[in-house]
Nanobody
Framework: QVQLVESGGGLVQAGGSLRLSCEVS????????MGWYRQAPGKERDFVAQ????????YYADSVKGRFTITRDNGKNTVYLQMNSLTPEDTAVYYC???????????????WGKGTLVTVSS
């Protein structure tokens, strides 16, 4: 059974930082592009960040570029999202995703985690 398990969500004040983790099992981790989506209450689920198989290439949504950093550790089957300079607009459930080529559109996502809630207070 393929599992993507997120952790690290919580409450943080505006301007603060948080790091999310996603531990993957049940697949060959290094063969998959990984990424993150987020969904705020009443809004669509939006792409946040992507990282390639080896971690050489990354891609970010404009809304988080320069503030968020995605990394991966293939030895630990784990992907991370470092979030800095957080604002209330970043409040959402964050989902870890995996795809065999890319994850920049939901149609290309093969596996979804259950999500972890990030709340940014003003």
């Amino acid at each position: 059974q393929v599992q993507l398990v997120e952790s690290g969500g919580g409450l943080v004040q505006a301007g603060g930082s948080l790091r999310l983790s996603c531990e993957v099992s049940g697949l060959t981790f290094s063969n998959y592009a990984m990424g993150w989506y987020r969904q705020a209450p009443g809004k669509e689920r939006d792409f946040v960040a992507q990282i390639s198989w080896t971690g050489s290439n990354t891609y970010y949504a404009d809304s988080v570029k320069g503030r968020f950093t995605i990394t991966r550790d293939n030895g630990k089957n784990t992907v991370y999202l470092q979030m800095n300079s957080l604002t209330p607009e970043d409040t959402a459930v964050y989902y870890c995703v995996a795809g065999d080529h890319k994850v920049t559109h939901p149609d290309y996502v093969d596996y979804w985690g259950k999500g972890t809630l990030v709340t940014v207070s003003s």
